[in-house]
């Protein structure tokens, strides 16, 4: 298993512009989450999924967006870009939402100038 | 909303000291769970704990769920130790994780 994957790893944008942040997993979890980290602080909760086709806002949710097609892929997007939005972004998944063991992707950092 | 705090923030031991973290947490949780975040950014899981104690190899770990609190127990620290420790709590009826602010861990050789 591949485990959780992000893509791109570093991405650099300007203010205004709009970008998707993918993460995908191969354990067929069904719960999925996106979460900011700012420097020297803990992780904060943008949006999650706990099943396909259904989401839900987080801590932080204004300037993204989120989809649940499938189980497997849980994109973010930026809708425009703003220097506030510099931060390291992780996915993570678990089995459920219920009750079970979170598994981080590698992070995705992204400065916007 | 719930608050969840670690302690001490930071923490500096000489290789073979032992350790003791505190996660407080304000609120009645479902789910809390220890990661480690390495120096390169990566986080790992330590344990999944809403309750009671376990123990994998020189860490441990035990949540009080109705005091509220939970401790992660780190003997015979090793240079790999050092990062940042988060613990992360799933309050009673909701599926939002809420992470507290972490403690890092320097260990010197």
């Known amino acids: 298993n591949a485990g959780v994957t992000q893509t791109p790893k570093f991405q650099v944008l300007k203010t205004g512009q709009s970008m998707t942040l993918q993460c995908a997993q191969d354990m067929n979890h069904e719960y999925m989450s996106w979460y900011r980290q700012d420097p020297g602080m803990g992780l904060r909760l943008i949006h999650y999924s706990v099943g396909a086709g259904i989401t839900d806002q987080g801590e932080v949710p204004n300037g993204y967006n989120v989809s649940r097609s499938t189980t497997e892929d849980f994109p973010l997007r930026l809708l425009s870009a703003a220097p506030s939005q510099t931060s390291v972004y992780f996915c993570a998944s678990s089995y459920s939402g219920g009750g079970d063991t979170q598994y981080f992707g590698p992070g995705t950092r992204l400065t916007v100038l | 909303g719930i608050q969840v705090e670690q302690s001490p923030p930071d923490l500096i031991l000489q290789e073979g000291a032992n350790s003791t973290l505190r996660c407080n947490f304000s609120?009645?949780?479902?789910?809390l769970q220890w990661f480690h975040q390495n120096p390169w950014g990566q986080l790992i899981n330590l344990f999944y704990i809403p309750s009671g104690t376990k123990q994998n190899g020189r860490l441990s770990a035990t949540t009080v769920a109705t005091e509220r609190y939970s401790l992660l127990y780190i003997s015979s620290s090793q240079t790999t130790d050092s990062g940042v420790y988060f613990c992360?709590?799933?309050?009673?009826?909701?599926?939002?994780?809420?992470f507290g602010t972490g403690t890092r861990l320097k260990v010197l050789a």
């Open positions: 609120d009645s949780v479902n789910n």
């Open positions: 992360a709590v799933r309050p009673s009826g909701t599926y939002k994780y809420i």
